[in-house]
């Protein structure tokens, strides 16, 4: 049984650059959830991708976006990238959007920007 | 708003002694509770959750949580520790209330088990 993939592993942009991250969801789920993971800090919710429309967004700006295909898997686009954009991106995804349901995560991809 | 607080950035513990990574929580109405793992370069691994009925779960590897209602924790318990334990942990949590099932996670209590 697949788990979430993430690509690519490691990225490295200049200030001003645009990226896009790519995720699969794991065998079965529909839903894709994007987070943030800064050095030395807990995930931050960034949105949430069901039935390919983003469902609910954290506080982040609209540089961020992202996009959701039919076979579920997703993508994050960060543009404009600054130097507070360095992280760890973790992609995680479940069954529906119901609440009670644990989000499985990705390795995650390290994006750093230079 | 939703928050989550892990009071402690690390935990020591000898291997074989019983570990406790402490987490509160702040909400509107009642939560979802969750606890996840990181190793180094991985990414999140699911241990356990609370959703409703039974104040103890229990979890993977042998951990489990107590949920306190009055206290607004769930803090993570194990028996005994073993060193492969020694590892990042995060407690989350989700307002059922909520549209969309957002994750917020506390800032991570790293725990070191030692020989």
Known sequence: DAGVTQSPTHLIKTRGQQVTLRCSPKSGHDTVSWYQQALGQGPQFIFQYYEEEERQRGNFPDRFSGHQFPNYSSELNVNALLLGDSALYLCASSFGTDSSYEQYFGPGTRLTVT | ?115
């Open chain 2, 1 to 115: 708003a939703q928050s989550v607080a892990q009071p402690e950035d690390q935990v020591n513990v000898a291997e074989g002694n019983p570990l406790t990574v402490k987490c509160t929580y702040s909400v509107s109405g009642n939560p979802y509770l969750f606890w996840y793992v990181q190793y180094p370069n991985r990414g999140l691994q699911f241990l356990l959750k609370y959703i409703t009925g039974d104040n103890l779960v229990k979890g993977s590897y042998g951990f489990e949580a107590e949920f306190n209602k009055s206290q607004t924790s769930f803090h993570l318990k194990k028996p005994s520790a073993l060193v492969s334990d020694s590892a990042l942990y995060f407690c989350a949590v989700r307002d059922p209330y909520n549209a969309g099932n957002m994750l917020t996670f506390g800032g991570g209590t790293r725990l070191m088990v030692k020989p």
